[in-house]
């Protein structure tokens, strides 16, 4: 364990929960951006992460009383978005294995749904400490917003008919909770959360609740937690993504949780080859409120204290696996140490990513997409002999045409939010390499499993 330095870092948060309960829009109203509206189809499909910085946790709780008397001890938050469909199982599982506390978001109007359960049963494994926002109270008959009110006050302001529904959802909602063995309760109703996981009711579109949802996490953070906030010397950071950035070639995303990383830095990773070393080149981080998956106008960095999003730029960075711890080498003879340690993480990834002789070649945008679309065939029993991440060239088609002389029904690119190069289309046409693209993750499985319908009926 390195020296613990007499600061707090930020702890990092993990947004989780049902399709489409929120959990996007709930950041963009932190964040003042639109970036849900952005998404194709309206989902979640790549994981990411956003700083909160203390002026904007100031900013936006002023309307709770209690709160604005409190000394901010934090530099920020930092939090982490994950997908709600279930294809994305393998994101939400690494987004809650890298935070110190998390979200859990609920709509009021749905209850509990299947990736609420999966999500609940992550974060026990984690033993995570988490609150429950309960979103979308505007839905609610005739409700009223009050976004410069505590949730409290304005639920208490409601009409009668708008508390009494209120009153019977969230009855509903504690109800089912229970059935899982889990203690919920409103926020204000308990003074102890030791037995019981607060319920904060929230509106992403009237902003009602999003200033009592951050105090709470900042109170827990800097109380409960804060030991455990402690930044210290030795370095934590793991891989969130692996994706091809137009200019920077393939870049990692890293949730830096403790520590202090520097450019320059030799860096010892888990690749699919094994452990392997590179120099951080670049350490660029998104502004405060912008989201680390979304192409920004990224700040390069000397150096960076936790807790931050950060992407890195090096040499053989396409080798990495998402979900692995990255190691500093403070001298060159830490090298082969370090690198004896990184194999020791033995990644489930390794074994996901195995590849079949013969088989579909697959490409996407980011190494936990890919991931994704595998366990997908692995599942539908359909074999892979390729995969990569990035725009399809011309070699990739060449290596999926292999198929042609073995088993052409392989002959097949499954190419998930990825550009296809004009050439390499051209080429796949002659050839008689099929290409499927979609942006949107399950229309590429629809369309993919149509296709073979059609080939054996
Ligand atoms: P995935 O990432 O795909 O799992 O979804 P998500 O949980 O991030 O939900 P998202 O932010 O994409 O919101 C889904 C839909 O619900 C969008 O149409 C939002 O505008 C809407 N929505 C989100 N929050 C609220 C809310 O508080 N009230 C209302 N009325 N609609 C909301
Ligand atoms: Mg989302
Ligand atoms: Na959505």
Same mark, same amino acid.
């Given at each position: 364990e390195g020296m613990s330095l007499d600061y707090l870092r930020s702890p990092v948060v993990c947004v989780l929960g049902h399709?489409?309960?929120?959990k996007t829009k709930i950041l963009d109203k932190i964040r003042h951006t639109n970036v849900q509206d952005g998404e194709a189809g309206g989902i979640t499909q790549q994981i990411g992460a956003t700083f909160v910085p203390e002026d904007a946790i100031r900013a936006q709780t002023k309307m709770v009383k209690e709160f604005v008397k409190t000394e901010i001890k934090l530099p920020g938050l930092l939090i982490i978005d994950t997908p %709600?469909?279930?294809? =994305?199982s393998n994101l939400r599982s690494r987004g809650s294995s890298m935070c110190d506390l998390a979200i859990l978001v609920v709509d009021i109007m749905h209850g509990l749904e299947p990736q609420t359960l999966e999500s609940l049963g992550l974060l026990r494994k984690g033993n995570t400490p988490f609150v429950v926002? !309960?979103?979308?109270?505007?839905? !609610? =008959?005739?409700w009223r917003r009050?976004?410069? $009110? $505590?949730v409290k006050e304005a639920v208490k302001k409601q009409n009668k008919n708008t508390k009494d529904e209120f009153d019977e959802r969230v009855k509903g909602v504690v109800t089912e909770f229970a059935e899982q063995g889990l203690n919920v309760a409103l =926020?204000?109703?308990?003074?102890?959360f030791t037995d019981y996981v607060p319920l904060v009711p929230t509106s992403?579109?009237? %902003?009602?609740?999003m200033g009592d949802l951050i105090s709470l996490l900042v109170t827990y953070s800097q109380g409960v937690l804060a030991p455990k906030l402690m930044l210290s010397e030795e370095l934590e950071a793991i891989v969130l993504e692996v994706k091809v950035i137009a200019g920077l070639g393939t870049t990692v995303d890293v949730i830096l949780r403790n520590g202090i990383l520097k450019e320059g830095d030799t860096l010892v990773l888990t690749g699919t080859e094994g452990p392997f070393s590179t120099q951080a080149r670049a350490l660029l981080m998104p502004q +405060?409120?912008?989201?680390?998956?979304?192409?920004?106008?990224y700040v390069n960095h000397k150096a960076i204290i936790a807790s931050q999003g950060v992407k890195i730029t090096g040499k053989?960075?396409?080798k990495t696996l998402a979900g692995t711890p990255i190691f500093v080498a403070k001298? +060159?003879?830490e090298i082969e140490v370090l690198k004896d340690e990184a194999s020791k993480?033995?990644? $489930?990834m390794l074994s996901a990513i195995?590849?079949?002789?013969r088989g579909v070649y697959v490409q996407a945008s980011t190494l936990g997409s890919l991931e994704a679309l595998l366990a997908f065939l692995k599942q539908s029993k359909i074999p892979y002999c390729g995969v990569n991440i990035g725009p399809v060239h011309k070699r990739d088609v060449m290596k999926a045409s292999v198929m042609l002389e073995h088993d $052409?029904?392989?002959?097949?690119i499954l190419a998930f939010d990825v550009k296809v190069e004009r050439e390499a289309q051209e080429i796949a046409d002659n050839v008689g390499v099929k290409i499927f693209t979609a942006d949107i993750i399950y229309h590429l499985f629809d369309n993919f499993l149509l296709h073979r319908k059609e080939l054996h009926d």
């Amino acid at each position: 364990e390195g020296m613990s330095l007499d600061y707090l870092r930020s702890p990092v948060v993990c947004v989780l929960g049902h399709v489409d309960t929120g959990k996007t829009k709930i950041l963009d109203k932190i964040r003042h951006t639109n970036v849900q509206d952005g998404e194709a189809g309206g989902i979640t499909q790549q994981i990411g992460a956003t700083f909160v910085p203390e002026d904007a946790i100031r900013a936006q709780t002023k309307m709770v009383k209690e709160f604005v008397k409190t000394e901010i001890k934090l530099p920020g938050l930092l939090i982490i978005d994950t997908p %709600g469909h279930e294809s =994305f199982s393998n994101l939400r599982s690494r987004g809650s294995s890298m935070c110190d506390l998390a979200i859990l978001v609920v709509d009021i109007m749905h209850g509990l749904e299947p990736q609420t359960l999966e999500s609940l049963g992550l974060l026990r494994k984690g033993n995570t400490p988490f609150v429950v926002a !309960l979103n979308k109270i505007d839905r !609610l =008959f005739d409700w009223r917003r009050m976004p410069t $009110s $505590s949730v409290k006050e304005a639920v208490k302001k409601q009409n009668k008919n708008t508390k009494d529904e209120f009153d019977e959802r969230v009855k509903g909602v504690v109800t089912e909770f229970a059935e899982q063995g889990l203690n919920v309760a409103l =926020f204000w109703e308990k003074v102890d959360f030791t037995d019981y996981v607060p319920l904060v009711p929230t509106s992403a579109h009237t %902003g009602d609740g999003m200033g009592d949802l951050i105090s709470l996490l900042v109170t827990y953070s800097q109380g409960v937690l804060a030991p455990k906030l402690m930044l210290s010397e030795e370095l934590e950071a793991i891989v969130l993504e692996v994706k091809v950035i137009a200019g920077l070639g393939t870049t990692v995303d890293v949730i830096l949780r403790n520590g202090i990383l520097k450019e320059g830095d030799t860096l010892v990773l888990t690749g699919t080859e094994g452990p392997f070393s590179t120099q951080a080149r670049a350490l660029l981080m998104p502004q +405060p409120l912008r989201e680390l998956r979304v192409k920004n106008a990224y700040v390069n960095h000397k150096a960076i204290i936790a807790s931050q999003g950060v992407k890195i730029t090096g040499k053989d960075l396409e080798k990495t696996l998402a979900g692995t711890p990255i190691f500093v080498a403070k001298k +060159p003879d830490e090298i082969e140490v370090l690198k004896d340690e990184a194999s020791k993480v033995v990644s $489930s990834m390794l074994s996901a990513i195995k590849l079949q002789e013969r088989g579909v070649y697959v490409q996407a945008s980011t190494l936990g997409s890919l991931e994704a679309l595998l366990a997908f065939l692995k599942q539908s029993k359909i074999p892979y002999c390729g995969v990569n991440i990035g725009p399809v060239h011309k070699r990739d088609v060449m290596k999926a045409s292999v198929m042609l002389e073995h088993d $052409s029904q392989w002959a097949v690119i499954l190419a998930f939010d990825v550009k296809v190069e004009r050439e390499a289309q051209e080429i796949a046409d002659n050839v008689g390499v099929k290409i499927f693209t979609a942006d949107i993750i399950y229309h590429l499985f629809d369309n993919f499993l149509l296709h073979r319908k059609e080939l054996h009926d």
